[in-house]
């Protein structure tokens, strides 16, 4: 069928709004009505021209999205037509060693994907269109492998469910689950957009007693204050790994959180820990980016690691985070600071490049 989708043909050129051919849903996949999706960083990163991916083929973007299942394959069996649904780009096969040990989000089984030679789920009159991490979440409809997406309770809001398939999952899940914080400890998170946010919710739900929002825009630690940080620190005005130590008594921090994909601020996270502190590296860097820092700054018995969309088991994770957001423990509403159309993605990459929001949420008829 046809439908409305915004097109990355060439980076730095802005998306267009054009019609766009998807396929039927075959064997195990689903084809979801989009309601809404989030605009996350992974996605300019495309626009921009970062990271790995293939540039041979027209993208549709985006993969923060929710929905409702329309049509199901033959051989689907966790949910079927009127479901209400969060993808995730964590899509699992359950048989690889990763699956099978617990760690979904590292699945190598690549089964919810479409093989290159295959009828392309997108395209556009016989060109074949490339799916931006088996989702492309910025069109009206979605063509998923089942094991993309989670079925969730039709009594919330998509629009802000949509948030968790990505941003929040990540940004909790550093927290709760690649750090394993414990209730009382103390957190540094470096760079509080739409993950660090994420974050710091994630360390005030899971007992930290002092949460310390690094950025450099006023803005973004006014939101921080709102979502649980305990301290600000503004980094264009105060050495943050000076700042950090003096707000713990001189101690460190027993976890920092880099959370924008600057070896600088890796550099920050790891000078401002406690003795057997953790830093974990929570966002994308450029593939070549170098991290250094001088061995004296490294506390006895720290660890360095880095989380992969926080560690999620998201078909657990996404409805016990939704359920942290019923309980009024979760502040998702806080999170979408602007909406708009399909049409606003242009407008969304440059506010999210200005650090003017945390996040935009895109809504469909
Ligand atoms: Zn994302
Ligand atoms: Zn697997």
């Not at 009159?125 to 931006?132: E, I, L, N, Y």
């Not at 949509?162 to 929040?168: D, Q």
């Not at 460190?252 to 924008?260: C, L, N, P």
Request: glycine letters at 10%; one cysteine or more; proline letters at 5%.
């Amino acid at each position: 069928m046809e439908m409305k989708a915004a097109v990355f043909r060439k980076v730095h050129e802005p998306l267009t709004i054009e019609t766009v051919e998807v396929d039927k849903p075959r064997g195990r996949e689903v084809l979801v009505r989009t309601i809404a999706t989030g605009v996350c960083h992974s996605d300019l990163h495309v626009v921009d021209g970062l990271g790995r991916f293939p540039l041979d083929r027209p993208y549709v973007l985006g993969h923060e999205g929710a929905g409702i299942v329309e049509a199901v394959g033959a051989d689907v069996t966790s949910v079927r037509p009127g479901d209400h649904v969060v993808a995730c780009l964590s899509g699992f096969c359950g048989n690889c060693i990763q699956c099978l040990s617990g760690h979904p989000n590292l699945c190598t089984g690549a089964i919810v994907t479409r093989a290159d030679d295959a009828t392309p789920r997108l395209s556009q009159k016989g060109q074949p269109f490339r799916q931006f991490l088996s989702i492309s979440s910025y069109a009206e409809r979605m063509l998923l492998h089942e094991n993309s997406v989670v079925r969730i309770d039709p009594e919330l809001p998509l629009d802000r469910a949509a948030l968790v398939g990505c941003g929040v999952l990540t940004g909790v899940g550093a927290a709760l689950r690649s750090a394993g914080l414990e209730p009382g400890q103390t957190v540094a998170v470096f760079g509080c957009g739409g993950v660090g946010l994420s974050i710091i919710q994630g360390a005030r739900i899971g007992g930290a007693r002092q949460i310390i929002g690094v950025d450099v825009f006023p803005s973004k630690l006014e939101m921080a204050k709102r979502v649980g940080a305990t301290h600000t620190v503004n980094s264009s005005e105060d050495d943050p790994v000076k700042a950090v130590r003096a707000l713990t008594g001189g101690a460190g921090v027993d976890h920092a959180f880099e959370a924008v994909g600057l070896a600088k601020l890796v550099r920050q996270a790891i000078e401002s820990l406690a003795i057997r502190g953790t830093a974990t590296i929570v966002g994308v860097m450029p593939p070549d980016a170098m991290i250094e820092f001088p061995w004296m700054a490294i506390r006895p018995e720290c660890k360095v690691q880095t989380s992969r969309m926080g560690s999620n088991r998201f078909r657990a994770d996404i409805p016990l985070y939704l359920d942290f957001y019923r309980q009024g423990r979760l502040q998702l509403d806080e999170m979408v600071s602007r909406r708009g159309r399909i049409e606003d993605i242009n407008e969304a990459f440059r506010a999210m490049k200005a650090g003017e929001v945390a996040r935009t949420v895109l809504t469909f008829d």
